[in-house]
């Protein structure tokens, strides 16, 4: 089973009814989730998260690089190396 790891000094930026938050951001088998309240939401491609009444505006991993691919918002780490298929 794969848990929850906290993104070092990783943050977004969520809102809800009007109402923006700095969270602290975690991954868990590479995709990126926010913190909201006593569990996570999962970030999706175009700002959309699991919760859908919850949005993110801005996230950012300074140690490590956050991308947008598929449906899902993806971390790797600092020591990562972006592998692409051949085609």
């Given at each position: 089973m794969?848990?929850?790891s906290d993104i070092p000094e990783g943050q977004a930026i969520v809102h809800s009814k009007?109402?923006?938050?700095?969270?602290?951001i975690a991954q868990r088998d590479g995709r990126v989730y926010a913190r909201h309240g006593a569990g996570y939401?999962?970030?999706n491609k175009g700002g959309t998260t699991s919760c859908i009444?919850?949005?993110?505006?801005?996230?950012?991993?300074?140690d490590g690089m956050i991308t947008e691919d598929g449906l899902g918002?993806?971390?790797?780490?600092?020591?990562a190396q972006v592998v692409r298929a051949a085609e």
């Open positions: 794969k848990y929850f009007g109402v923006y938050r700095q969270v602290k939401v999962r970030l009444s919850v949005l993110w505006r801005e996230v950012d991993a300074p918002v993806y971390y790797a780490g600092p020591d």
